[in-house]
């Protein structure tokens, strides 16, 4: 075999283990961030607050003398509580909507087609359907030059987006 072979065969597996290493890397932080880091953060801040707090105040001494009720007590309200805190950043507050905002204008997928039955089924069936009817209207004389302008551009767009190519630009925050 030639080194071309060689060098293609290279650059695939090391496409592969790339392409592993960045799949676990992800999921290595959403499991830390989110659940890991969660437990341990709640563990932390219970037994900092009864450490550090509660064992230097006679009164709360009084209340929580030993760890595990405290601990106990304070899990029933701090999870619920923390539950309100999250209903209220996605219900109510504009924070939420901001951070789609910001996934929206940075999402590869909102200027190219995912792969799939996206870009192999629904929009080849769509670009076929448009360019009949358009044939259709054009036998028929119901288009102006401008809608067939119009329809056109539309057909050079789904075809872009069918081979792989991205329309747009992501959107610009204005912050």
Known sequence: MNGAVYLYAFE???????SFVSRLWFYFRIGYG???TFFLGHLSTVV???YLAIKNMRSLLDLFPHFVPFAMVSTLIGVPLAAGIGWVHIKRSTAWSSELDISQEANPYNYRLQPG????T???FCLELMILVRRLAEEQKLLTDEEKSRIET??????????GGSIGTPGRSRI
């Open 12 to 18: 695939k597996s090391m496409t592969i283990r790339f």
């Open 34 to 36: 989110t659940y890991l």
């Open 48 to 50: 900092t607050v009864y």
């Open 117 to 120: 039955y996206l870009r192999e």
């Open 122 to 124: 629904l929009i080849p």
């Open 154 to 163: 539309l057909e050079k767009m789904l075809q872009t987006l069918i081979s």
